[in-house]
C-alpha cells in the first residue's frame, strides 16, 4: 500500500484519535475532588463524615460512568408533550425517554436526595440527615446531570411547605408519598410561580383562587411551569377579593389527579424550548377550574413561598459549584492530555493562568456551599443571595472557558462542553435573576435585616482564629472584609443608588470566600494536611477584589510559584504557602 492510501485507512484513523484530549468519564468524581473530602471534616462531624463517605464515593462512581452516560442521552432526547390519546380523549402526557426514568431511579430512589432531610432509613442513616449532606451529594450529581436536581429540589422543598402550612388531612394525604424512594408511588412536586404579567414581579400574578366548599379552584395562567406533569404542585394565586400586589396572593397544593382518580381542570398547553437543561420538562398551563388547597394564611402566601426559595437558590449554590468542579476537571484533562507546539498545553504559561481561572471561582463556590449549609439564621439570609447571584454567574464563565480549553470539540455536542454552557445560563434566571438577587441582597437583607452584621462578625471570628496566618496578610484581608460589609451598608442606606447594589453584592461574596479559604487552609495546613487555599484566598483578594499592589511583575512573582503548587496534586505545607503570602 502506497503512502498516500495508508493515510486514510482506519488504522490510521485510530492512530490520530489518540492525539485527542478524553474527557472525565470514568472518573469517581467524589474520589478525584480533594478539595471536598479535605473540608468535609471541617464542616461535617467525624462519624457523619465516616457514614456517608461510601455512599458519596458510590454517587461519584456513578456520576462517572452510569450518570454521564443517562445524562447525555436525556440530553439528546427531549421530553414529547402529547395532547391526546388514542381516542382523541383530552388526557395530555408527556413522554420521556428511559435515561430521563433511570436517573429518576438514581436520583430519588437509590439516593433519596429529595428525602434524606426529612425521614430516617435513607443510605442507611436512623435520623434525617442535616442539610449540609444532601447539598454535597446535589454537588456530586450536577456534575452528571443538571435538570433533573430542580424536580429532585422542588420535591424536597415543597415537602417543606406542606409540613408546615399543610392542615393534618394534607399532611397525611402526601407527605409520605412525596418522601417516597419508590419511582411508582413517590409524588414528584413542581413549583409554578411565572406569569406572563409578572416575571421576577410575582405580586403582580393575577391567577385567580375561588372557593369551593373546603378547597379552591384555579382561573388563569402559568407561564413557566418546571417539572410541569409533576404529581402535586406548589403555586401562588389570588384570592378572589384579595389586594394586588404580593401581600394578595395564596399558597395552594395542586394535585394532578383528584381522589377519584380523575384529571385535575388544567392543561398543559405546550413545553418550552429551552437553551439548557433540556431533559427536565418546563411547559405552560392554563387553569380551568384546577381543585387546590390552601397551605397556611391566605395573606402570607409570598412569605411562606420565600421559605422554599430559599432553598431553591442554595440548591442553585450546589449545582453552580458541581458544574464548575466538572468544567474544571474537564479542562485539567484536556490540558493535560492536549498537546500542542511540542508539549502539553497544561505546560504553557498562559494556559496555566487560564486554569487558575477556572479554580478560583470553583474552589470558592465549593466553600460558600459548605459554610452556608452550616450557616445559622441571621447570617444564611445574606448568604444565600450573594452566593446565588455570584456563583451562578461564575459558573458560565468556567463553563466556557472549559469549553475554550477543550477548543475546537469543546463547542460541538459530541462532548460535553456545549451542555455545560447551555446548562450554566439557567443558574442565572431561576430563582431570582442576578439584579433580583442583588437587590435582595442589599436593600432587604443588609438593608432591612441587617443581616450583614451576623456574617461580618462570623467572618471576623474565623479571620481571628485562622492559625498561622501571616499577620500581614491577616491585616489586609480584615481591610477587604471591612470594606465590602461598609459599602454594602452605604448602598443599602442610599436607594437611589440602586445601581451600585450588584457590586455591593459581588463584594461581599468575594471577601466572605476570601475568608473562608484563609480560614480553610490554616487549619488544614496546621493539621498537617493541605494548605493550598490560603493561597486561593489571596488570588480572590488581590483579583476578584482587585486589592493586590500595583502590577508590577515583581509583585506578582508570588503568582507563578502558586500557580504551579495549585496545579499540581501535591498537598502544599502551611510554611511554603505562608512564605509565599508574605512575597
Not at 409540613?163 to 413517590?186: C, H, I, N, P
Request: net charge neutral.
Amino acid at each position: 500500500m502506497n503512502a498516500p492510501v495508508a493515510l486514510t485507512s482506519r488504522a490510521a484513523s485510530s492512530r490520530r484519535a489518540e492525539a485527542i484530549a478524553p474527557t472525565t468519564r470514568g472518573l469517581n468524581y467524589y474520589d478525584i475532588d480533594a478539595s471536598l473530602r479535605a473540608l468535609l471534616p471541617l464542616y461535617m462531624a467525624p462519624d457523619l463524615t465516616a457514614q456517608l463517605a461510601p455512599h458519596l464515593s458510590a454517587l461519584g462512581a456513578c456520576a462517572g460512568t452510569e450518570l454521564y452516560d443517562l445524562a447525555d442521552t436525556a440530553d439528546r432526547h427531549e421530553p414529547v408533550l402529547h395532547h391526546r390519546d388514542a381516542f382523541g380523549r383530552d388526557e395530555e402526557w408527556i413522554e420521556f425517554h428511559p435515561a430521563y426514568r433511570e436517573m429518576e431511579k438514581i436520583a430519588f430512589g437509590r439516593f433519596g436526595l429529595h428525602a434524606m432531610c426529612h425521614r430516617g432509613d435513607v443510605l442507611g442513616s436512623p435520623e434525617p440527615l442535616p442539610p449540609l449532606a444532601k447539598y454535597v451529594f446535589h454537588y456530586l450529581f450536577s456534575q452528571a446531570e443538571f435538570g433533573l436536581l430542580c424536580p429532585v429540589n422542588l420535591t424536597d422543598s415543597s415537602s417543606e411547605l406542606v409540613r408546615r402550612f399543610g392542615d393534618e388531612a394534607l399532611k397525611a394525604r402526601y407527605l409520605d408519598r412525596m418522601w417516597s424512594q419508590d419511582v411508582g408511588t413517590l409524588h414528584r412536586c413542581a413549583q409554578f410561580m411565572t406569569e406572563k404579567t409578572g416575571g421576577s414581579d410575582v405580586g403582580a400574578g393575577d391567577l385567580k383562587a375561588v372557593r369551593d366548599g373546603d378547597h379552591w379552584r384555579l382561573w388563569g395562567e402559568k407561564w413557566f411551569c418546571s417539572n410541569v406533569d409533576a404529581e402535586l404542585a406548589v403555586l401562588l394565586a389570588r384570592p378572589e377579593g384579595a389586594p394586588a400586589g404580593g401581600r394578595g396572593l395564596g399558597l395552594f397544593l395542586m394535585p394532578k389527579t383528584l381522589e377519584d382518580g380523575s384529571r385535575n381542570d388544567y392543561r398543559i398547553v405546550r413545553l418550552k424550548p429551552k437553551l439548557g437543561s433540556r431533559s427536565m420538562a418546563s411547559g405552560e398551563i392554563v387553569f380551568q377550574g384546577a381543585r387546590a388547597y390552601q397551605l397556611g394564611a391566605l395573606d402570607q402566601g409570598l412569605k411562606q413561598m420565600l421559605v422554599m426559595v430559599n432553598s431553591s437558590r442554595l440548591s442553585h449554590l450546589a449545582r453552580a459549584a458541581g458544574m464548575m468542579r466538572r468544567c474544571l476537571n474537564e479542562a485539567l484533562q484536556a490540558s493535560r492530555y492536549r498537546d500542542a507546539f511540542g508539549q502539553a498545553i497544561i505546560r504553557h504559561p498562559l494556559m496555566r493562568r487560564q486554569l487558575l481561572k477556572l479554580m478560583v471561582p470553583t474552589e470558592q463556590a465549593l466553600s460558600a456551599l459548605l459554610h452556608a449549609a452550616n450557616a445559622p439564621e441571621a447570617a444564611l439570609r445574606l448568604i444565600t443571595p450573594i452566593a446565588k447571584y455570584r456563583a451562578c454567574r461564575d459558573n458560565v464563565a468556567v463553563a466556557t472557558g472549559a469549553m475554550e480549553a477543550r477548543g475546537g470539540n469543546g463547542y460541538i455536542e459530541d462532548w460535553p462542553n456545549a451542555r455545560f454552557v447551555r446548562d450554566a445560563h439557567l443558574g442565572l434566571i431561576w430563582e431570582g435573576t442576578s439584579n433580583i438577587n442583588a437587590l435582595d441582597a442589599v436593600q432587604r437583607a443588609v438593608g432591612k435585616a441587617k443581616a450583614h452584621e451576623a456574617l461580618r462578625d462570623d467572618l471576623a471570628d474565623r479571620i481571628k482564629d485562622a492559625p498561622g496566618l501571616p499577620g500581614q496578610y491577616r491585616t489586609q484581608l480584615e481591610g477587604a472584609v471591612d470594606d465590602a460589609f461598609r459599602f454594602a451598608a452605604e448602598v443599602a442606606a442610599h436607594p437611589e443608588h440602586e445601581r451600585f447594589c450588584r457590586a455591593a453584592a459581588g463584594n461581599l461574596y468575594h471577601a466572605t470566600t476570601a475568608a473562608l479559604l484563609a480560614a480553610e487552609g490554616t487549619r488544614l495546613g496546621t493539621a498537617g494536611g493541605d494548605a493550598r487555599r490560603l493561597l486561593l484566598s489571596r488570588f480572590v483578594l488581590e483579583h476578584r477584589l482587585n486589592r493586590g499592589s500595583a502590577r508590577t511583575l515583581d509583585a506578582m512573582n508570588w503568582e507563578n510559584a502558586s500557580i504551579d503548587l495549585l496545579l499540581d496534586d501535591a498537598p502544599v505545607s502551611l510554611d511554603r504557602a505562608t512564605a509565599l503570602m508574605q512575597e
